[in-house]
């Protein structure tokens, strides 16, 4: 049974950093294209960032670009969101997400097979 799990999440300050982690359990890790991706209340759900298998192709949402930075282990079947100078525009439930199929990361949520619970990050002004 595959297994995704977020944690990291809380309530921060304006400016403040956090690292989500996602640990995935049940699959090949190095297989999956990951992502992670974030809902607000009221809102869909939106692209944030995506690594391929072997961590050399990332892609990043124009939102968070220069902000977030997206890393994996794959010794240790995890994948990493850094987020730097947070804004209360990031106030949403970030979700990861695995991907078996596509070499290049997909920025479209229908792509991903597999979702983790969510973590839950607030940000305040």
């Known amino acids: 049974q595959v297994q995704l799990v977020e944690s990291g999440g809380g309530l921060v300050q304006a400016g403040d950093s956090l690292r989500l982690s996602c640990a995935a359990s049940?699959?090949?890790?190095?297989?999956?294209?990951m992502g992670w991706f974030r809902q607000a209340p009221g809102k869909e759900r939106e692209f944030v960032s995506a690594?391929?298998?072997?961590?050399?192709?990332?892609r990043y949402s124009e939102y968070v670009k220069g902000r977030f930075t997206i890393s994996r282990e794959n010794a240790k079947n995890t994948v990493y969101l850094q987020m730097n100078n947070l804004k209360p525009e990031d106030t949403a439930v970030y979700y990861c997400?695995?991907?078996?199929?596509?070499?290049?990361?997909?920025?479209?949520?229908?792509?991903?097979?597999?979702w983790g619970q969510g973590t839950q990050v607030t940000v305040s002004s």
């Open positions: 997400a695995a991907d078996r199929h596509n070499v290049v990361p997909s920025t479209s949520a229908g792509e991903y097979d597999y």
């Open positions: 049940g699959l090949t890790f190095s297989s999956y294209t």
């Open positions: 690594i391929n298998r072997s961590g050399v192709i990332k």
